[in-house]
């Protein structure tokens, strides 16, 4: 019978050990250990969803260092009179702490 609850090797072996949103992963890569937070930021742009997604890594990446993956989750759009007036992304990023 299969045992969602249960861990396997391979399950203790993995690279990421939390992905949800805005909690802590670990990652162990050989015999180093290291840690991530993951943050949500949404980019705009009037121009498309591209360019929303560009700025919100690049705004982010002026505060936040060492960024490591960012995961687009969401795209949407300001609609004003039935027009598109901005394209919106939200983004995960991820980033490691320092020790």
Do not use: P
Request: zero cysteines.
């Amino acid at each position: 019978m299969f045992d969602k609850n249960r861990s396997t090797d391979k399950d203790k072996e993995s690279n990421f050990v939390n992905l949800k949103k805005g909690k802590i992963m670990a990652a162990k890569a050989g015999s180093a250990e290291s840690v991530y937070k993951i943050v949500e930021v949404i980019g705009t742009s009037t121009k498309s969803w591209d360019d929303a997604a560009k700025n919100a890594v690049e705004t982010a990446a002026g505060t936040l260092r060492d960024l490591r993956i960012a995961e687009i989750v969401k795209l949407d759009m300001k609609v004003e009179d039935g027009k598109v007036q901005a394209y919106r992304a939200r983004v995960l990023l991820s980033f490691k702490y320092q020790s």
